[in-house]
């Protein structure tokens, strides 16, 4: 009875799962990449995932692994020091001092050991090497005092301990050491100015429309703060996998991108915002890349902006990227800055936006070679011109030449009958 049953139900749920539709969940995008997907991309090149070289906060999506050379790390200390982590900088900082205070203390207090002060504690007549030091807590007391040069006044060394002298002497040197190391490496941390660049900001897209007449790819830089960055450049890359004539492959293979180098434009005057442009010609990488063909492409710009911070005089760079997705063909930005009484006022909260325009959805070259031929006719009118002036020319340079002949030939005959 209960084997019947239980085949009952097993043919039951077999109908209900033969029955029943299935249903494929679609994996979720994350909300970044959801709310940055241009409407027009298709949805499967939006399934597609991108990894990126350079995240959009600005740090670098690239761990280093197997490395076997790790003593490197020690040479370069204060370096490593200010690069690690907050929590543990303070844990080391800590425990530095902490291990040299106990560690002269323990000698402060063998000193006294094996010279027998400690056997001599209230004795007028015993001149200790360090006076009112009767234990080992007041030798670890001691010891920060000497270190940190507070002397309280209590705890005195005396001058019948020359061992004692020459402890409190390479203590002082060595304290001083220990306070310049880990001062200075707290103070370069503080002032760092990758806190500088929190205050640099880049589009959360780029477009590429057409600026005078030319096909552009854009990109608009802020910077929030009201000191400026002093001499500020911009530069941007290409990243993108390659295969050689060879067969040689190079994955993340960096191209540059000319945003006015050769103009003096990428020299900028960080006021206000301001868009960076890069004219799409034949030196380009975007030289071939149309509207259609653009979201087929795995490539990444990194857009990089650096120059001296005017409070501290440090140099300081923010770094940012664009992958396929972010990059909308046929938009331009908003307009953030407004003429008001007396100043200009900048609109952050337009900063990010765009609006579409008017763009053509073939690529660079292909409105070049377009030009090209529309131009054609006006050159084989001008050349056809120029060879129809040419051919009168000779002829009538050949007509005035028979002439010639034919005045010479009158002349001979005239002579002729003279002297007959």
Known sequence: LFSTAANVLEEDSMEQDIESPVTIHQPKLPKQAREDLPKHISKECAKRKIQRYVRKDGKCNVHHGNVRETYRYLTDIFTTLVDLKWRFNLLIFVMVYTVTWLFFGMIWWLIAYMRGDMDHIGDSTWTPCVSNLNGFVSAFLFSIETETTIGYGYRVITDKCPEGIILLLVQSVLGSIVNAFMVGCMFVKISQPKKRAETLVFSTNAVISMRDGKLCLMFR????????????????????????????????????INVGYYTGDDRLFLVSPLIISHEINQQSPFWEISKAQLPKEELEIVVILEGMVEATGMTCQARSSYITSEILWGYRFTPVLTLEDGFYEVDYNSFHETYETNTPVHSAKELAEMASRAELPLTWSVSSKLDQHAELETEEEEK???????????VANLENESKV
Do not use: C, W, Y
Not at 246 to 251: A, H, S, T, V
Not at 400 to 405: A, C, I, S, V, Y
């Open 221 to 256: 830089v802020g910077d929030l703060r009201n000191s400026h960055i002093v001499e500020a450049s911009i530069r941007a890359k290409l990243i993108k996998s390659k295969q050689t004539k060879e067969g040689e492959f190079i994955p993340l293979n960096q191209t540059d």
């Open 400 to 410: 005035n030449q028979e002439d010639q002949n034919e005045r010479n030939g009158d």
